[in-house]
């Protein structure tokens, strides 16, 4: 099979694709034949090795795709060869094959197409996740989104508006927001041309329930503070590369909650909440959600595909394409 491949760590242009092995699935493993793989901020951390996991090299990078169940190995039960599935794993997804545990995967939810339902799983579940199980969001609620314009907040933006939230989309420009209104966030922000804290504030009348922050770095503080006294602040990740350090004493004055989203863990720590998320996201589905997917690389540009994350050009999700994904 063809695979993209990391030898060293670096920027994105050391990924090529290689021909390897095909992989033979063992017990409780299924063998998918990838139809298209979505690509991740986490995606560019693991390439340089600035993940909160190393992967020794070499590896195939990826970690989100969708695809048809071609084999499986022995005690498989919820499978069968032909089925479509959606599935997430550590690396692995940027190939035309890969072997993921049985419980990787779900059914693709109908309606979606290859390309939606790659771009669908991490970034809703995440978002959902930190919007509901963590952030304790009701109707109502104003949520700032920060960094909407990436795979998670535009994911974000469109779960919390469609589970009846009022959102302030926050990006880096006037572009980007102006592609998030159409998920139908209220309000924008350009945090690089406005007062993050004083903006918020003034348009809840006081400060927002909830915070949603992916990308970590100079805004998250400010978000914090312009949140209402008993609100919930939820770190999704640091796509700025830096990790904020957060003064207690706000959290003690305003008692404030701040939560962490970790899918690759969540199921150990909360093992009902996968079960609801599921649920709740294929009726939203059903109800006509989709991801907003901007770029759409072949297999032998995954490196152009991370490099447009990684400069942060992309809106939305960018996905890898494979054989009949289109």
Request: net charge negative.
């Amino acid at each position: 099979m063809r695979a993209a491949r990391c030898d060293r760590y670096g920027s994105p242009d050391v990924v090529t694709v290689w021909d390897v092995p095909d992989p033979t699935p063992g017990a409780g493993e299924v063998l998918v034949e990838i139809r298209a793989a979505a690509v991740n901020f986490p995606d560019v951390l693991t390439v340089a090795d600035k993940y909160q996991v190393s992967v020794p090299t070499p590896f195939t990078p990826g970690s989100e795709f969708a695809g048809v169940v071609r084999s499986a190995g022995v005690d498989v039960r919820s499978v069968e060869p032909g089925d479509a599935v959606m599935g997430s794993a550590m690396t692995g997804a940027f190939a035309e094959l890969i072997c993921v545990p049985e419980g990787a995967l779900t059914p693709k939810p109908d309606g979606l197409d290859w390309i939606s339902a790659a771009a669908f799983r991490v970034t809703y579940t995440t978002a959902y996740h930190a919007l509901v199980t963590f952030g304790g969001m009701r109707a109502g609620d104003w949520v700032v989104v920060l960094g909407a314009a990436g795979g998670v907040g535009t994911a974000a933006v469109d779960v919390a508006r469609r589970l009846g939230a009022r959102v302030i989309a926050c990006a880096s420009s006037e572009e980007r927001l102006a592609a998030v209104a159409t998920l139908g966030a209220e309000v924008g922000v350009s945090y690089d041309l406005q007062d993050l804290k004083a903006r918020i504030k003034e348009i809840t009348g006081g400060g927002a329930q909830v915070v949603i922050d992916p990308v970590g770095g100079r805004y998250a503080e400010p978000a914090l503070r312009a949140l209402a006294p008993g609100g919930t602040f939820v770190t999704v990740g640091y796509a700025t590369g830096e990790i904020p350090r957060i003064p207690l004493n706000l959290v003690l004055l305003k008692d404030l909650t701040i939560r962490g989203v970790e899918l690759r863990t969540l199921a150990q720590r909360h093992p009902d909440a996968p079960a609801r998320a599921q649920q709740a996201l294929a009726a939203l589905v059903s109800d006509g959600m989709r991801p907003l997917v901007s770029q759409v690389f072949g297999l032998d540009d995954v490196a152009g595909a991370l490099t447009s994350l990684n400069d942060r050009a992309a809106v939305g999700k960018v996905v890898i394409a494979l054989g009949g994904a289109c």
